[in-house]
């Protein structure tokens, strides 16, 4: 539900003097209206300097005075003076900054953005939780915040990017639910926002947006099409969501998508495929899952990757000798295997894995 405003206009005019004077006021009235605390003030006197700083004394409207002081509350993260000034300015809402961030952008992204030199010269943002950041971005989606316009700067990450990163699961939800398309829209490393949750424990916020997946389709493309142009998406470097996930080691994210229709036989730029990467690790239950994938060809578990070695010659190597002989019941070409030991693969690898940590190599 939309918030009722009590719509007002004031205006700026008739010189310096009056100017200084109206935002002196300003600041006089959000600080018996919001000030509770030292911080808050500290808040109320930085929006105010940067609206006193960045406008014009002569003929300036309060127009441009609330979207500064917007931007640099939701940046802030002060509640109470965001809808405060969209009150007053209801169209500012989705107003864009210097770089091109909104106030919705601001709420969401705070302290992994950096765009703006004005914004590097504050003070530390003040401690505000969570879900109180949550709680703002909620209000301003709910007013019409346009959650598709972001600064056109730096990888150029979306609101739907930093509300994934910093868990916020009901903004997720409901920019999923009502803004379909933001899912896949990438940043300038090819990555779309569930690249991002691919890199953190989060598999509520992936499961949150794959129940989203697919229900917009474009023209002429069926559901499942876009589904899995989405799941099995690739960035910069050819690697896959779920191959993301595996070199961070969440291997319950990894599991989540194989159980979600991830394609485990795509391979990178390296030609390393989800296997090499698994293989690596000691973590049986996810090569299990891997290759019993109806995918999972002989073929696919025999490929190799631009050093020439399979799933299995890493495993060798690394003597991960249960992912070896894993690998090997599943049928492995071991025939061209080459080791300066003259003895079986197997043999170095239980060999290597029986050494101290400075034998091996």
């Known amino acids: 539900m939309r918030y009722a405003f009590n719509r007002k206009s004031y205006s700026l005019c008739g010189g310096p003097s009056i100017a200084v004077i109206s935002i002196l006021s300003l600041f006089s009235i959000l600080v018996r209206m919001f000030c509770r605390s030292l911080s808050d003030l500290v808040i109320m006197f930085m929006i105010v300097i940067l609206i006193f700083a960045k406008t014009s004394a002569v003929g300036s409207s309060i127009v441009i005075h609330s979207r500064e002081g917007l931007h640099m509350a939701a940046l ?31 709420t969401v992204a705070y302290q992994r953005w950096s765009g703006s030199v004005a914004y590097t010269r504050l003070p530390a943002i003040s401690n505000v939780e969570p879900w109180e950041r949550e709680n703002m971005a909620l209000f301003l989606l709910r007013n019409g915040a346009n959650v598709l316009v972001h600064p056109q700067i730096g990888t150029q990450d979306t609101v739907l990017h930093f509300a994934v990163v910093n868990n916020m699961i ?47 389709k474009p023209m002429g493309k069926s559901s499942e099409t876009v589904y899995n142009q989405i799941i099995n998406a690739q960035n910069n470097d050819g690697d896959t969501i779920m191959m993301v996930a595996a070199q961070c ?60 070695l399979s799933a299995y010659n890493l495993a060798v190597r690394l003597g991960k000798v249960a992912i070896a002989n894993l690998l090997s019941d599943y049928g492995d070409d071991k025939t061209d295997f080459k080791e300066s030991d003259p003895r079986t693969p197997l043999y170095g690898a239980a060999r290597k894995n029986r050494a101290s940590p400075s034998q091996r190599r």
């Open 76 to 106: 802030m993260g002060n509640f109470d003076v965001v809808v405060q000034l969209i009150s007053e300015n209801e169209e500012a809402i989705n107003a864009v900054d210097e770089d091109g961030a909104t106030a919705l952008f601001l």
């Open 170 to 216: 009901k903004v997720v939800d409901f920019i999923c639910n009502n803004y379909p398309d933001a899912i896949s829209i990438t940043n300038t490393l090819n990555e779309s926002p569930m690249f991002e949750a691919a890199r953190a424990p989060l598999v509520e916020v992936g499961e949150c947006v794959f129940k989203y997946v697919g229900l917009k």
């Open 249 to 308: 080691e969440y291997w319950e994210f990894v599991k989540f998508l194989l159980k979600s229709g991830a394609d485990p036989t795509i391979s990178n730029f390296a030609n390393d495929a989800l296997i090499h990467i698994a293989a690596q690790t000691d973590e049986i239950g996810v090569v299990i899952r891997i290759l019993n994938h109806p995918k999972m060809t002989k073929t696919a578990i025999n490929a190799k990757n631009k050093q020439s």
